[in-house]
């Protein structure tokens, strides 16, 4: 298994271009997450999902936007590129379940000048 | 208000000593769960251990313990014998039923590093 991929790791956008975050995970989990890393801080949510079809916004969602057309992949939407954006962007799945940890994918580095 | 308060930003501590990282968490949920996890500097989130509020031992995975304190609503992380290697940022996550969908809220972290 390859667990939770992400691509790309890097990326560096100008300010008010749009790109989109690949999130996929092949453990056949209902529930996946956005967060973002922010320099020396903890991991802030952004949207996550309880299953195909069904998102919710987080603590931070403002600038963002999700899909969940399967259940294998979480894609997360950039529009309006900002440099408050600039971050580390972690996506997770869990299989649901009250003792199950959250599965990690190894994150993507974004830069908005 | 803060749910989980990790007041360590740094911690410093000589290769083979113990070491306890502190988490305090606030919820009215008697249903809750506590998580550690490892962030080394390759940026990728390890999961280390799982505390669940109902548990009556304190889990251990390891070299990994967690000093479950119910009454002072604390969740320490205690690794034993440290080595080089546990060098890392370390954060504390809760998740109880006001974070619904299974999702985690976590403290800031403190970074540990061990000197040879």
């Known amino acids: 298994n390859a667990g939770v991929t992400q691509t790309p790791k890097f990326r560096i956008l100008k300010i008010g271009q749009s790109m989109t975050l690949q999130c996929a995970q092949d453990?056949?989990?209902?529930?996946m997450y956005w967060y973002r890393q922010d320099p020396g801080m903890g991991l802030k949510l952004i949207y996550y999902?309880?299953?195909?079809?069904?998102?919710d916004k987080g603590e931070v969602p403002n600038g963002y936007n999700v899909s969940r057309s399967t259940t294998e992949d979480f894609p997360l939407r950039l529009e309006l590129a900002a440099p408050s954006q600039t971050s580390v962007y972690f996506c997770?799945?869990?299989?649901?379940?009250?003792?199950?940890?959250?599965?990690f994918g190894p994150g993507t580095r974004l830069t908005v000048l | 208000a803060q749910k989980i308060t990790q007041t360590q930003p740094g911690m410093f501590v000589q290769e083979k000593e113990a070491v306890t990282l502190d988490c305090t968490y606030d919820?009215?949920?008697?249903?809750?769960?506590l998580f550690w996890y490892k962030q080394p500097s390759s940026g990728e989130m390890i999961f280390l251990i799982y505390?669940?509020?109902?548990?009556?031992q304190n889990a251990t995975e390891g070299r990994y313990s967690l000093n479950f304190q119910k009454a002072r609503k604390s969740a320490n992380l205690v690794i034993s014998a440290s080595q080089l290697g546990d060098s890392a940022m370390y954060f504390c996550?809760?998740?109880?039923?006001?974070?619904?969908?299974?999702?985690?809220?976590f403290g800031q972290g403190t970074r540990l590093t061990i000197n040879p």
């Open positions: 999902s309880v299953g195909a079809g069904i998102t």
């Open positions: 997770a799945s869990s299989p649901g379940g009250w003792n199950y940890e959250q599965f």
């Open positions: 453990m056949n989990h209902n529930y």
């Open positions: 919820t009215s949920d008697p249903s809750y769960g």
């Open positions: 505390q669940g509020s109902y548990d009556q």
């Open positions: 996550a809760m998740r109880d039923k006001d974070q619904g969908a299974q999702k985690l809220v």
